[in-house]
């Protein structure tokens, strides 16, 4: 089992003090969470320049007004963002359970940024911004090799050497979606993923097109309904596939229908066993594709009622169930 960093519990107020301190400088997104919070009894809220040299004067502003309504106690209403750690690694390296690619994006509590610490063990001059060095972990995880090579240059060799020695189960992943695009005939690929849903994606060739205009030599690209030689979207598709049922799932999870989870437990004290229902399709393909992958999404509650509660192992259900939070809430997701 793949190691996980220790949770911390954090009260709202501790959220949003965080919060104000990451809107006063976006280096502590990349820190503890007890260094954001130290950081934001550091700040001098009665200096103007505190807000005008902010990296996000506004955000701060819209925070600080947040924790004014909570020294209050009046609901605020704002909202914390939480983001994911380089979501692209973290996934590739789950879905091989690699504890190397994991380390980096999840089961080291003192690395925080995976793509800083990829960089440094290039051992090259450190010549480039932080951005430039995710935009080319990120695109090469996802097939590209245009990105890194034109930011590493010289130095493409030893970047491709360091991925396969410090993220090797999610590198090799990468390289082996890419390959699986000779394993797929025609033009469309599809998949079904362990919530249900069905995934298809239909691909095109291009062609280039030679004209003229005012004597001049001109050309553009055009799709055709063919076949392409090599498509890197199958590798992206996939894992971009997995993202999506993630935020599916937290939101069934955390804003789930109490009317629903106590029609369900009433079901399994009762020792209701009914396998012919309306829904009795629907519980049949969540449930095998649930023993098929290992992973029960809670949309299954949704379908469950006293004639098909007979489908599923009552025991295995009580444990979603109890899964799930104390209360529900609502959660908002963006996908960038």
């Not at 362990?194 to 001049?216: H, R, S």
């Not at 012919?276 to 098929?292: F, N």
Request: hydrophobic share 40%; charged share 25%.
């Amino acid at each position: 089992m793949l190691k996980v960093q220790e949770f911390q519990t954090l009260t709202g107020k501790e959220y949003v003090m965080a919060d104000v301190a990451c809107k006063h400088d976006k280096a502590y997104e990349k820190k503890h969470w007890d260094e954001r919070i130290a950081h934001f009894h550091e700040i001098d809220f009665h200096d103007r320049n505190t807000f005008k040299k902010a990296s996000n004067p506004i955000g701060l502003r819209a925070a600080c007004l947040a924790y004014d309504s909570i020294i209050a106690k009046e609901p605020s209403g704002y909202m914390i963002s939480l983001d994911a750690s380089s979501s692209g690694m973290q996934l590739l390296s789950l879905a091989v359970s690699c504890p190397t690619s994991w380390k980096l994006c999840g089961g080291d509590e003192s690395i925080l940024d995976a793509y800083a610490e990829i960089y440094a063990s290039m051992g090259i001059a450190n010549t480039l911004d932080r951005s430039d060095i995710k935009k080319s972990i990120m695109t090469a995880l996802y097939g590209s090799t245009a990105m890194p090579e034109a930011i590493f240059g010289d130095n493409i060799d030893i970047f491709y050497e360091t991925m396969e020695i410090m993220a090797p189960g999610a590198w090799d992943l990468n390289m082996g979606l890419q390959e699986l695009w000779d394993e797929i005939n025609g033009s469309t690929y599809d998949w079904y993923m362990p919530d249900g849903f069905y995934c298809c994606i239909e691909t095109n060739d291009k062609e280039f097109i030679n004209f003229k205009f005012l004597d001049k030599e001109f050309q553009v690209v055009q799709k055709v309904e063919a076949r392409p030689r090599f498509h890197k979207g199958l590798g992206p598709n996939i894992i971009h596939s997995i993202d999506g049922m993630i935020v599916r799932e937290m939101l069934r999870r955390c804003q789930f229908d109490a009317t629903t989870t106590v029609r369900v437990v009433d079901l399994i004290i009762e020792g209701k066993k009914g396998t012919h229902g309306r829904s009795a399709i629907k519980v049949k393909d969540l449930w095998d594709t649930y023993l098929e992958s290992g992973f029960l999404s809670c949309r299954i509650l949704d379908y469950l009622f006293e004639d098909t509660i007979g489908l599923v192992d009552h025991l295995v259900i009580a444990k979603l169930i109890q899964s799930l939070p104390d209360q529900s809430f609502q959660l908002v997701t963006v996908h960038d």
